[in-house]
T-cell receptor
Framework: GNSVTQMEGPVTLSEEAFLTINCTYTATGYPSLFWYVQYPGEGLQLLLKATKADDKGSNKGFEATYRKETTSFHLEKGSVQVSDSAVYFC????????????FGTGTKLQVIP | DAGVTQSPTHLIKTRGQQVTLRCSPKSGHDTVSWYQQALGQGPQFIFQ???????QRGNFPDRFSGHQFPNYSSELNVNALLLGDSALYLCASSLDNAGAVTDTQYFGPGTRLTVL
């Protein structure tokens, strides 16, 4: 079955530091890959997505590249802000037909001034 | 354009009771999925509704059931509540694109259920 593994948190960074959150996946076929973000007390928001190999998803300074050869979709940001503090979830969904999203366990990011 | 809405925001029940949670999908979406997110965990897929039918289900017992209405809104029902059912319940909507890559799911803010 499908599964997503992401790095354990929490991750604590100083403002303007570089961020990487690792994510690897196991899936059949060619899934779509997502990063969702959950701010304190809120639901999930789609941050970015990629639907095929070598695609790069980007949004709000975050980016992630779909690497089929390493089954990875690592999240990066060059300079984090305090407002980026949240829990980040890597996820996948198989293409074609029904969409059931499989999530990782989440990585909590805390950015300190 | 209203996004996905859920009600109620919070709910407190006791063991053995039954609960109904409601979801209105994003405008133009016809597919609704439900997820359970336990504290500190990622969301777990419960089931998905399309054309008023349950078409896919995760590893949840029959105590969890649902319904989709002609206007695409949906309800999640949980019977015989257990302490372990305490969680954030998320509804997600999407547009079924038959035969093609499905569209992204958009999530509501969730309903926080506490079972005492």
């Amino acid at each position: 079955g499908n599964s997503v593994t992401q790095m354990e948190g929490p991750v604590t960074l100083s403002e303007e530091a570089f961020l990487t959150i690792n994510c690897t996946y196991t899936a059949t076929g060619y899934p779509s890959l997502f990063w969702y973000v959950q701010y304190p007390g809120e639901g999930l928001q789609l941050l970015l997505k990629a639907t095929k190999a070598d695609d790069k998803g980007s949004n709000k300074g975050f980016e992630a590249t779909y690497r089929k050869e390493t089954t990875s979709f690592h999240l990066e940001k060059g300079s984090v802000q305090v407002s980026d503090s949240a829990v980040y979830f890597c996820a996948l969904a198989n293409s074609g037909g029904y969409q059931k999203v499989t999530f990782g366990t989440g990585t909590k990011l805390q950015v300190i001034p | 354009d209203a996004g996905v809405t859920q009600s109620p925001t919070h709910l407190i029940k006791t063991r053995g009771q039954q609960v109904t949670l409601r979801c209105s999908p994003k405008s133009g979406h016809d597919t609704v999925s439900w997820y359970q997110q336990a504290l500190g965990q990622g969301p777990q897929f419960i089931f998905q509704y399309y054309e008023e039918e349950e078409r896919q289900r995760g590893n949840f017992p029959d105590r969890f059931s649902g319904h989709q209405f002609p206007n695409y809104s949906s309800e999640l029902n949980v019977n015989a509540l257990l302490l372990g059912d305490s969680a954030l319940y998320l509804c997600a909507s999407s547009l079924d694109n038959a035969g093609a890559v499905t569209d992204t799911q958009y999530f509501g803010p969730g309903t926080r259920l506490t079972v005492l």
